[in-house]
């Protein structure tokens, strides 16, 4: 009997939430199945390792990570549009996949040396690109500042959207859109109050 679609997704689900919590090495296949509550030869029915487990986590997070940001970069947008469509989409991946973002932010730099993961050096490149490259283009259209360093824009932007995932919890008080919005309110706008400008003096009176 093959196992069903539904089940196999409901396993990788807590292998992520496991993953996330403990560590990829630190977890065993043993603690997978005890979370699932079941023995762990059965989940071998399902899996043949926990290296396959977290390699389906990732690939799936980020194949529908790129499906949708590559449908932002093929938009057209402006450098400013297509920030605020990038991090909305972060935001939306991080509500879907919020474990398997913080197991790649925890894991991806060492797996990343084994041959199964190659495939991370080549999506963190992809993204790098992105983001720089809407940046560049936003300085270039003195959309953003020219007077800031790209590289360490991009970083902030990037690590002050993605560590959302060691806080955030699907089902919260703000939808994904709604936290997107505000962050990127703080990051284009600022958060201080902006003075207003001094209001004129009135002409001076003369006597008639």
Do not use: C
């Not at 041959?115 to 953003?144: C, I, N």
Request: no cysteine; aromatic share 10%.
């Amino acid at each position: 009997m093959t196992p069903s679609p539904e089940r196999r997704g409901e396993l990788l689900a807590t292998a992520a939430e496991v993953f996330a919590a403990q560590g990829y090495n630190a977890t065993t296949v043993r603690r997978i199945a005890d979370e699932a509550g079941m023995l762990a030869g059965s989940l071998y029915y399902h899996f043949d390792s926990k290296e396959s487990m977290l390699d389906e986590i990732l690939t799936t997070f980020l194949d529908e990570l790129w499906a949708r940001y590559d449908a932002v970069l093929a938009a057209g947008l402006d450098p400013r549009r297509t920030i605020e469509a990038l991090v909305t989409e972060s935001f939306r991946e991080i509500d879907r996949h919020r474990a398997a973002v913080a197991i790649y932010q925890k894991e991806s730099r060492h797996l990343a040396a084994q041959p199964r993961f190659g495939y991370l050096t080549d999506s963190q490149r992809k993204f790098e690109e992105a983001w720089l490259g809407t940046l560049e283009r936003g300085v270039a259209a003195k959309v953003f500042r020219a007077d800031l360093d790209i590289r360490l824009t991009y970083r902030f932007v990037r690590d002050t959207v993605w560590v959302a995932a060691s806080w955030y919890r699907p089902g919260g008080a703000h939808s994904p859109e709604e936290i997107a919005r505000q962050y990127l309110s703080m990051v284009l706008d600022g958060i201080a109050v902006r003075e207003a400008p001094p209001t004129p003096a009135p002409p001076p009176e003369h006597s008639p």
